[in-house]
């Protein structure tokens, strides 16, 4: 499975961040909880040109709240302020807007202090923009990359929000970076290979979270990633003709469940685990 995606778009996207970044006094880098590393763009601080920078660990809700509060402790030791939050609650998203006004160091009644979030497709940009700025109509939704515009806009009498596009490099450092995203819902459906992601995902879930797995779809986990996908789509009725298994609509299934939280609160990667699952599929590559 080699995945990679770099829309032209995108490409403009970034040329963009690097022209606007000089405006803001603040860079909002907006990451999955659930896969901070993997989320997070590794030239950031080509892009941020110096500015003043906040990582934002989005779809907390959606994490396992321990391993949550490991990255952040990474972060602080990294010298980098971070915050968890889920976009769709305004109390969290309030924390964060704080943030930024004190990171900003803009005093009352000068210039608005402004910030310009940046992240990956389906992050949660949209979604947080809604909560800061109180735009109910944005567009929001898990399909990659449908923010493609830029624009101002005030969030409070002293903070305003530059939006950008979403934005993936133009090669991942390792493949695996491509699974984990895919997994997550950051990489367009058709560029991905869904039936072999699922059971990567699944070996994941056997190693890390069995209980999970066993709990949302009650079925024998004692068993290869290739016959549980199988066992799901009997569980669910994915059946084709002559009773054949829906292998791909059963993948589907597993991948969106795991995005809405119908499994419980997973993360893919944790910042004190060295080697492990990963490493092996990086491995197998």
């Known amino acids: 499975m080699e995945i990679q995606w770099y829309p032209g778009h995108m490409a403009k996207a970034r040329k ?5 970044v000089r405006l803001v006094d603040v860079v909002i880098e907006l990451v999955d909880a659930r896969a901070p590393l993997a989320s997070h763009l590794p030239d950031l601080d080509e892009l941020s040109d110096g500015a003043k920078k906040i990582v934002v660990l989005n779809k907390a809700d959606l994490a396992d709240e321990k391993i949550t509060e490991k990255w952040i402790n990474k972060f602080q030791e990294l010298h980098l302020k971070a915050i968890d939050i889920n976009s769709l609650d305004r109390s969290t998203v309030k924390k964060l807007i704080n943030m930024i006004m004190t990171i900003s160091g803009k005093k009352p009644g000068g210039r608005p202090a402004r910030c310009m979030i940046i992240g990956i497709p389906n992050v949660g940009k949209s979604s947080i923009i809604n909560q800061m700025a109180g735009r109910k109509g ?3 939704g898990n399909i990659p ?3 493609k515009g830029k624009m101002w806009l005030r969030v409070e009498k002293e903070l305003e929000l530059l ?3 979403g934005i993936l ?19 367009k459906e058709e560029l991905i290979n869904i039936e072999e992601i699922s059971y990567v995902f699944l070996e994941f879930l056997l190693k890390e979270y069995p209980d999970s797995l066993r709990e949302r779809y ?9 016959e549980l996908l199988d066992d799901i789509a009997f569980k669910r009725g994915f059946l084709m003709a002559g009773g054949m298994p829906d292998k791909e609509r059963s993948a589907k299934t597993l991948l969106i469940e795991y995005r809405q939280g119908k499994l419980g609160r997973i993360s893919l990667e944790t910042p004190d685990k060295q080697g492990g699952f990963w490493q092996n599929i990086s491995n197998q590559e």
């Open 218 to 226: 009650k079925i024998d986990i004692g068993k290869s990633p290739r």
């Open 138 to 140: 944005a567009r929001t």
């Open 16 to 20: 963009m961040i690097k022209q606007y």
């Open 145 to 147: 990359g449908v923010t």
């Open 163 to 165: 939006d950008t596009p």
């Open 169 to 187: 490099w133009p090669k991942f450092e390792d493949n695996v970076t491509g699974i984990k995203l895919a997994i997550l819902g950051s990489i």
